[in-house]
T-cell receptor, first 111, second 117 residues
């Protein structure tokens, strides 16, 4: 089955700096890679996603890049703000299968 | 956008009792819903896939007689934790897919914090 590794497990950045979180997947047939933001005591919220036929996707301060050859994808948050502080999960998914979540990254943005 | 409502958000129950958690898709129909469990500072672990009108599919290691799932309609799935024990204390999250949304359209509920005392 699929295995998704996520790094780092914790990340602290100064407000205004960029944050990068990386995930590596094992199933080459995975074709959808969402990123979720989870605030304390709440369910995950989709912040951005990318399909395997796209190499990069951007939505304002958030971007995701995908390298299918290396089987890894990354979340990039620019101009970080304190409200970006949360736990971020990556996931891999293959059509007809299920989501496999990464282990999560606790991001702290220091004002 | 698609909304998945989960109720209750928090519940405390005594050991040995049963607790029911509801997951509703508010503005779309979901033939399939998913139930996850999340322990503190850990990732989401899929427990089971709830299928409308048929039996749920449980992941390996999840006791189907302990975690009863009923997907009685296209907008409601329930998870009942039977004979709850303190080790069942966890954060339970449901998810559903809205085929009408961009991308794969999976939306998560807000979660239920279960504490068994």
């Amino acid at each position: 089955g699929e295995n998704v590794e996520q790094h780092p497990s914790t990340l602290s950045v100064q407000e205004g700096d960029s944050a990068v979180i990386k995930c590596t997947y094992s199933d080459s047939a995975s074709n959808y890679f969402p990123w979720y933001k989870q605030e304390l005591g709440k369910g995950p919220q989709l912040i951005i996603d990318i399909r395997s036929n796209v190499g990069e996707k951007k939505d304002q301060r958030i971007a995701v890049t995908l390298n299918k050859t290396a089987k890894h994808f990354s979340l990039h948050i620019t101009e970080t703000q304190p409200e970006d502080s949360a736990v971020y999960f990556c996931a891999g998914w293959r059509t007809g299968n299920q989501f496999y979540f990464g282990t999560g990254t606790s991001l702290t943005v220091i004002p | 956008g698609a909304v998945v409502s989960q109720h209750p958000s928090r519940v405390i129950c005594k050991s040995g009792t049963s607790v029911k958690i509801e997951c509703r898709s508010l503005d779309f129909q979901a033939t399939t819903m998913f139930w996850y469990r999340q322990f503190p500072k850990q990732s989401l672990m899929l427990m089971a896939t709830s299928n409308e009108g048929s039996k749920a599919t449980y992941e390996q290691g999840v006791e189907k007689d302990k975690f009863l799932i009923n997907h009685a309609s296209l907008t409601l799935s329930t998870l009942t934790v039977t004979s709850a024990h303190p080790e069942d204390s966890s954060f339970y999250i449901c998810s559903a897919r809205n085929p009408g949304t961009e991308g794969w359209g999976y939306t998560f509920g807000s979660g239920t914090r279960l504490t068994v005392v």
